[in-house]
């Protein structure tokens, strides 16, 4: 920190009636960024504008209660601006980028535009399953969890990673513990009907269609899903593995073994089949008598 030139730090909130940047932490690593180098530079999306400072109050209030549970964030930092004659600290230089990147574009739609009102406090990330099962990681950008899932696909287009909306259980708990009632459920759905608009106008799910209808026949008739578990019991691993446990299923036969499938398996352990279908055991248990 002492031997940078340049610190470049973020901005929770940037007040207009003043021209003020704040930052928020609990570390204080932000504030050693903009206070030790010569030349401070913050960056904040457009969406980080409040009106006076006295709104401030109520989005501190907001972001450190719904973030951590606290009264009040370990570290708020006013910045207004370089080092005045007669300070002890702070950057000799200070520069404001304002980001637009998507964001305009996203203000202009009615439906979608309170995805903008986010803080980044991390409650709809705290709650989610599908975050807290997969993890950060595996959120394309910069953005993770189901703020990611609906502003991501916004600001990069739809065409980019189209599966982020679809990763979600729809349990609605982004939207119960969000401060700023961002309707987290609501844009997924819509965002959704744009992904499979945009592979429709592209031809791209043509293959998918026909996967489900096939589905859909099969499950309108037992006799042929007992019939799919009876040759996939004949096709998968069975026993155990080296070490005595069980032989998971690592890759598929054949034309099964592509595309979407092999990528699913990949990540996933699956065990194979049982030998014994729990209709087998059903009409064993029913033919004895126990119940």
């Known amino acids: 920190f002492l031997a940078a030139d340049i610190g470049i730090t973020g901005a929770n909130f940037?007040?207009?009636d003043s021209g003020?940047?704040?930052?928020?932490?609990?570390?204080?690593?932000?504030?050693?960024?903009?206070?030790?180098?010569?030349?401070?530079?913050?960056?904040?999306?457009?969406?980080?504008?409040?009106?006076?400072?006295?709104?401030?109050?109520v989005f501190l209030k907001l972001l450190g209660r719904s973030a951590t549970g606290q009264p009040m964030t370990v570290y708020t930092s006013v910045?207004?601006?370089p080092r005045r004659e007669g300070d002890l600290d702070g950057p000799d230089e200070f520069y404001?980028?304002?980001?637009?990147?998507?964001?305009?574009?996203?203000?202009?739609?009615?439906?979608?535009r309170e995805s903008l009102y986010c803080i980044r406090c991390g409650a709809?990330?705290?709650?989610?399953?599908?975050?807290?099962?997969?993890?950060?990681?595996?959120?394309?950008?910069?953005?993770?969890?189901?703020?990611?899932?609906?502003?991501?696909?916004?600001?990069v287009g739809i065409q980019h990673d189209p599966w982020l909306p679809f990763a979600s259980s729809l349990c609605g708990a982004c939207a119960e513990v969000c401060p700023v009632k961002i309707d987290i459920p609501r844009i997924l759905l819509e965002l959704r009907g744009e992904a499979?608009?945009?592979?429709?106008?592209?031809?791209?799910?043509?293959l998918e269609h026909l996967a489900f209808r096939l589905w859909a026949w099969a499950m309108k008739r037992p006799w042929v899903y007992q019939a799919m578990g009876l040759i996939a019991s004949g096709v998968a691993p069975g026993g155990e593995s080296a070490n005595g446990g069980p032989r998971w299923i690592r890759s598929l036969p054949g034309f099964m073994n592509v595309g979407p499938m092999r990528a699913w398996i990949s990540e996933r352990d699956l065990p194979p089949p049982p030998e014994r279908s729990f209709r087998d055991m059903w009409r064993e248990r029913v033919g004895t008598g126990v119940r």
């Open 20 to 57: 003020s940047v704040v930052v928020v932490e609990n570390e204080g690593n932000a504030r050693l960024t903009s206070s030790a180098p010569k030349i401070h530079i913050a960056i904040a999306g457009i969406e980080k504008l409040i009106p006076r400072a006295q709104d401030l109050a």
């Open 14 to 16: 940037v007040v207009a």
């Open 196 to 206: 499979m608009e945009a592979k429709t106008r592209e031809g791209s799910n043509k």
């Open 96 to 112: 404001l980028v304002l980001l637009d990147n998507g964001r305009t574009k996203l203000l202009a739609d009615r439906e979608k």
């Open 124 to 155: 709809c990330l705290n709650h989610c399953p599908v975050y807290r099962k997969i993890g950060g990681h595996n959120y394309p950008w910069v953005y993770s969890g189901p703020i990611g899932a609906i502003i991501t696909p916004q600001f």
């Open 79 to 81: 910045l207004s601006g």
